[in-house]
């Protein structure tokens, strides 16, 4: 098993949730982390938070949607003589609502955290990973990224991608010394699902919320996810939690799956009327 003592990390969206989560559980491996995020209030927080326990730990305030704030970032740590051995990507927002009525601007705005965010920081710190030959890339995906789910198409169509992404990318850098995994957990208590409120379709988002409420994960289960898979070298990892049964039926029976996803979502718009809200 892999020993993480001394190396250096990269974590984005480290500000909140399972970014966060991971940014502290490497910390307690003796990992010096370089938490990232858009928040500067939140990546402070918790690189404070990792010094406070007695780690090492730097804050940044970087849109990773934006390649030359990545890129800038990059050469401001390879100037200092940084390296970072660990990059976790973590960054990740939700975008809900019938796929026909989304914004294109919504679509590319979700596209943009949840892949090129992913995509920059690769571009970005993998070169240098594959020139030494030694290196672990994360790519915090989710189960919608194994499993479709209706209205959340923005997000799920990103963590599809996102999973191809890791395991093509994966094949490519297995012999030069890099892994790449690709993780992908059921539903989490992160602000993802509270950031904003959900359009779904009659009383749908009730229901959403108290399941969520009642069987989500915490982000700190996710995050030992991450550093075990780190440490053993995983290339993917997939914690369903409560929706196992969802990735089971789905694994073993798939137009199975999708033939009771539309039965069951054609009666629930009919007794809902399919009409959409916004309101708590």
Not at 184 to 204: D, E, F, I, Q
Not at 247 to 275: C, D, E, V
Request: charged fraction near 20%; charge should be positive; glycine fraction near 10%.
């Amino acid at each position: 098993m892999r020993a993480l003592r001394g190396l250096t990390a990269l974590v984005t969206g480290a500000g909140s949730g399972i970014g966060r989560a991971s940014s502290l559980a490497l910390a307690r491996q003796g990992v010096r982390v370089h938490a990232v995020d858009i928040d500067p209030v939140g990546a402070a927080s918790v690189a404070d938070e990792i010094a406070t326990a007695g780690g090492s730990a730097q804050s940044h305030a970087v849109d990773v949607a934006d390649p030359l704030a990545v890129a800038a970032l990059a050469d401001a740590l390879r100037a200092r003589g940084e390296r970072i051995e660990i990059l976790v990507n973590s960054a990740g927002i939700l975008s809900t609502g019938p796929a026909e009525l989304i914004e294109l601007a919504e679509w590319q705005r979700v596209f943009g955290v949840n892949v090129f965010g992913a995509v920059h920081t690769i571009r970005a710190f993998a070169p240098l990973m594959l020139e030494r030959g030694a290196g672990h890339i994360v790519n915090v995906t989710s189960l919608a990224g194994l499993v479709p789910f209706p209205f959340v198409t923005p997000y799920t169509a990103t963590k599809f991608a996102l999973v191809g992404m890791s395991q093509a990318m994966g094949m490519e850098f297995a012999n030069r010394g890099v892994t790449v995994t690709a993780v992908c957990p059921g539903a989490v208590r992160t602000a993802l699902y509270t950031a904003k409120p959900m359009t779904l379709p009659g009383n749908a988002r009730e229901k959403v919320v108290d399941l969520i409420n009642r069987g989500a994960m915490p982000p700190e289960r996710i995050a030992r996810d991450i550093v075990r898979a780190i440490r053993k070298r995983r290339t993917l990892v997939v914690r369903a939690g409560p929706a196992r049964p969802v990735w089971t039926i789905y694994r073993l029976a798939p137009r199975l799956f999708l033939w009771i996803g539309r039965t069951w979502l054609g009666r629930a718009l009919r007794r809902g009327g399919a009409s959409f809200g916004t309101s708590a």
